[in-house]
């Protein structure tokens, strides 16, 4: 005789959503937004697009009416304007730095509005940082680069700045910057837990990267799990409001460690090549798109997320209403 069965708090759609642990919001989730002096498709990513200065105000001002939680604008500067050390990046007039402050005009308050804190969309060859002589990375100087953009960053308007390069020390070098700058109330959103992973892919469509060679000597082996943990206690030691993890779906061990031990929120970021992968299959009638995205994204929240960046955000947020 069977005694014990779960199956009784499956039996209605009623019973499921009384039980159900978890449940996906709209205010939880960001989503990525690439700025560009010229719009256009991204075609390794169907459905994203890069903006325009008039582009992006628009797209923002669509995503605080969807419900959607924060946007993370990424920098696409035109090929004239890169450099070896990246310098556009913490220009007054670089691209991104126009693109926060439409966007901060445009939506004021009502969303949080957040930035990609990184040298590699604006160099040359690439990289996170600078590259030297030997094309070695070097980790010190491009700290000073870091905190340079950062504060450009909060003068522009943004809320949250999040150094993604992977560079040791980069929280606690930002936060001294932008407390000195004035900027003691914006929040650092921390690349705590960054894989050097082959889903960053089609990203490196949407801005165009010119990468020379990996970033394996400063973004992390896939295969280190207690890794990630010793990353985000060092991001929190050194101050970070947030700490994320990424990827997100290939790396929930990662996440549910991290949000086991933080005392400040969790993010994911669900990246480029976990949302074309989906949208290929889905494409091709192989895979049922809208249940993938739900549950995609439920499981990160499952795993232990707060907060989740993806490029589905805005739709999700539409369906959750
Ligand atoms: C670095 C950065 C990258 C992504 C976000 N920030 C690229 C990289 O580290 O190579 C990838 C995001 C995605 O794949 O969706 N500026």
């Known amino acids: ?68 939680g924060g946007l993370m604008l990424f920098g696409v500067p035109d090929d004239e304007d890169k450099d070896p050390f990246g310098s556009q990046a913490w220009a007054e007039d670089g691209i991104l730095q ?74 606690a070098r930002i936060r001294e910057g932008l407390d000195s700058g004035g900027f003691d109330d914006v929040a650092i959103l921390a690349y705590a837990a960054k894989y050097a992973s082959a ?45 994320m993890v990424k990827p997100a779906g290939y790396y929930l061990d990662v996440l549910a460690d991290v949000a086991a031990v933080s005392e400040v929120p969790v993010a994911a970021y669900q990246v480029s090549g976990e949302y074309a992968m989906v949208e290929a299959a889905a494409e091709r009638g192989w895979v049922d798109r809208r249940r993938i995205v739900e549950e995609s994204v439920t499981a990160i929240v499952r795993a232990g997320a707060d907060v989740v960046l993806t490029y589905w955000a805005q739709e999700l947020a539409g369906w959750l209403k």
């Not at 439409?102 to 939506?107: G, I, K």
């Not at 469509?205 to 890794?227: F, H, I, M």
């Open 1 to 68: 005789m069977v005694t014990v069965r779960p199956r009784r708090l499956r039996t209605t759609p009623a019973m499921r959503r009384l039980v159900r642990e978890v449940e996906v919001r709209p205010s939880q989730l960001v989503l990525p937004m690439f700025v560009a002096e010229q719009s256009g498709d991204v075609s390794s990513m169907p459905g994203v697009s890069r903006h325009d200065l008039d582009g992006v105000r628009f797209a923002a001002e669509s995503a605080v009416r969807a419900g959607v």
């Open 98 to 171: 126009r693109g926060i402050a439409a966007v901060r005009d445009a939506v004021g308050d009502e969303i949080v509005v957040m930035a990609d804190t990184c040298l590699d969309e604006f160099t040359t060859h690439g990289h996170c940082g600078f590259v030297l002589e030997d094309g070695k990375v070097d980790n010190d100087s491009t700290l000073t680069a870091y905190v340079e953009m950062a504060v450009a960053q909060a003068a522009a308007g943004a809320h949250v700045v999040a150094p993604s390069g992977m560079m040791d020390g980069q929280v």
């Open 199 to 243: 889903f960053y892919g089609p990203f490196r469509e949407a801005v165009d990267s010119t990468l020379q060679g990996d970033r394996k000597t400063y973004q992390q082996d896939p295969a280190n799990r207690r890794e990630g943990l010793r990353e985000a206690r060092l991001d929190l030691a050194e101050g970070a409001d947030l700490v």
